[in-house]
């Protein structure tokens, strides 16, 4: 397999993306890690929604206008000589399907939760697809700062909403205004909360605002009210909560807990530890014929994302690739599977929040973005040579729909072309209904379909405009039985429609309408993911 300076690469990279519902801080989180990590000197680096400060690929005017980033990018930095990709995931409007497929391409997830909101929609949502591949969740419970529900009740709602057993690492001694630090459990340390220690006080360590538990003053610091109720509740968690189980982590059951705010940039770096101590260095992946170690010596790899017009300069399309295995260096040639063609790579290159630079060598976990002529799609495989396909990186049903419309009819054929290459970035499915000649657009997040139309617009000269169409929910379908699904077909033929790779897809005006449905035909199944 592979020598000893390649397994050292590999022990020191850790590959994550955040989980979060917006303005739980997930960009704050970001920015104090990199602060952390000494990729960024100030804050205000990273995109701020609605700042505009991370604006490096506004081109499009839709992005320059509200101020988003419709791009994703990948972060990397150092932490106590351990390498980490950070992956962003699109969060606010710019919620999209690239989203959910990022997660896909990671080892390990930070799931940051508001503490005074608890588990929110999109949370659920994503955390969904994390199950997917089972990736293990470390939890941030943010902004204890400000009024927050019980920690008790937070940690409940991740246990029922999540199905993750929670084990807390750090516990906090009140929050908003009496806020006073947290209690970590491992460490046995008291830390304090910076913003409200008191420099006369005598019973910190003067630089790490740390001090035990025991410590004779600390009663008088933050309260004999709030002592009594704090010492109550750790003997009550302790009894509660399971130990931590790195075995039980790893496979996606349990999930350390921290707390913190990242505001003030407290709780950050126990987070950052425990990604450097549990969570897994590059893991192996399944392809459709065996395992992918990420130890092995030939270099692997798939695409979970393309991406257009990164550069206003080039308006070129990326194509980003997660290594599985072996090494990249540059001039590597490399086999695209599905096209069955020998390209040679010399110009691939990384990220730091939207600059890129070329790179010589990048190793499994590693994220490298290759130009792309048209001819990568997602979910396709690179090798040296073999011929395998990874699996588990899929479409994902879309949740809203939209029915295009030309003001210039003569332009169809055309539009259909156009679209048809705009979803083979991923971020959006052409549907064709079987009852008539009308497009369908589907997507995870609506900011998608103003990104098409301005597409269209300024790239293919095309002239369009939306209407509202009365689909609710989509499955994919198939059976097992090929007379059943001709049934299921012509029975129901206005509701189906073919994706842009034929796929039969059933589109549902309601929820209802979906459940009666499955009850009548229990040999039909209703898909929400479907494989590249
Ligand atoms: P997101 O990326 O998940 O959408 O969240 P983001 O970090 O942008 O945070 C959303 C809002 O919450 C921001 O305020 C941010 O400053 C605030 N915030 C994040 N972490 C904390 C925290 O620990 N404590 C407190 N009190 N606030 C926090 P904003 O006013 O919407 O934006 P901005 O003007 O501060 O950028």
Redesign the pocket.
């Known amino acids: 397999m592979c020598n000893v300076h390649h397994q050292l690469e590999l022990q020191k990279r850790r590959t994550f993306a955040?989980i979060?519902?917006?303005?739980?801080?997930?960009?704050?989180?970001?920015?104090k890690m990199l602060l952390l990590g000494k990729a960024i000197r100030t804050t205000g680096t990273i995109k701020?929604?609605?700042?505009g400060k991370y604006a490096k690929s506004d081109w499009m005017n839709i992005e320059k206008r509200r101020g988003i980033s419709v791009t994703t990018s990948v972060m990397q930095f150092t932490y106590k000589n351990i390498l980490i990709n950070l992956l962003d995931t699109p969060?606010?409007e710019d919620f999209s399907e690239d989203t959910y497929r990022i997660l896909t391409a990671v080892d390990c997830c930070l799931l940051?939760i508001?503490a005074a909101k608890g588990i929110e929609e999109r949370t659920k949502k994503l955390m969904n697809v994390t199950r997917l591949h089972n990736t293990p969740i470390i939890t941030f419970i943010?902004?204890?700062?400000?009024d927050s529900l019980e920690p008790i009740e937070i940690l409940d709602e991740i246990e029922k909403y999540l199905k993750l057993n929670c084990t807390p690492i750090t516990w906090p001694i009140s929050c908003g205004k009496s806020f006073k630090g947290i209690y970590h459990l491992h460490d046995k340390m008291i830390h304090l909360y910076k913003k409200n220690i008191i420099k006369k006080s005598n019973f910190f360590h003067s630089k790490s605002f740390c001090c035990f538990l025991n410590e004779p003053s600390l009663k008088e610091y933050i309260g004999r009210d709030l002592n009594i109720q704090f010492h109550e509740e750790l003997k009550l968690i302790t009894h509660v909560y399971p130990e931590f189980i790195k075995k039980k982590f790893l496979k996606g059951y349990m999930t350390p807990v921290f707390f913190?705010?990242?505001?003030?940039n407290?709780g950050i770096n126990h987070i950052l530890e425990s990604l450097i101590k549990w969570a897994p260095s590059p893991v192996y992946r399944q392809t459709n014929i065996r395992k992918v170690k990420p130890e092995e010596k030939k270099l692997t790899g798939f695409i979970f994302k393309i991406q257009a017009n990164m550069d206003l300069k080039h308006r070129d399309r990326i194509a980003f690739m997660r290594i599985v295995s072996g090494k990249y260096k540059k001039g590597i040639k490399l086999r695209h599977v599905r096209t069955k063609k020998n390209i040679t790579i010399s110009d691939a290159f990384s990220f730091l929040a939207g600059d890129r630079f070329i790179v010589e060598k990048a190793y499994p976990g590693d994220v490298i973005g290759i130009h792309n002529h048209g001819t990568i799609k997602i979910g396709d495989t690179f090798t040296e040579g073999e011929d395998i396909q990874f699996v588990g990186i899929p479409s994902f049903a879309p949740e809203v729909f939209r029915g295009i419309v030309l003001k210039n009819p003569l332009q169809q054929k055309k539009l259909k072309k156009s679209l048809f290459q705009l979803s083979e970035e991923g971020a959006i499915q052409v549907l064709r209904p079987m009852i008539n000649n009308s497009i369908i657009l589907g997507a995870i997040g609506v900011l998608q379909f103003d990104v098409v139309i301005e597409r269209l617009n300024i790239e293919y000269k095309i002239d369009a405009t939306y209407r509202k169409v009365d689909i609710f929910i989509a499955r994919w379908i198939r059976s097992e039985n090929k007379k059943s699904i001709f049934e299921f077909v012509n029975k129901n033929k206005s509701y189906i429609a073919l994706d842009s790779f034929n796929q039969l897809i059933y589109l549902a005006p309601n929820k209802a309408n979906l459940n009666i449905t499955k009850n009548l035909y229990n040999d039909i199944f209703f898909d929400k993911t479907r494989e590249q």
Do not use: C, M, Q, W
Request: charged residues 25%.
């Open positions: 955040i979060s519902h917006p303005d739980a801080g997930k960009t704050t989180v970001t920015e701020g929604r609605g700042n969060g606010h940051v508001d943010n902004k204890l700062d400000r913190g705010s990242a505001l003030g407290f």
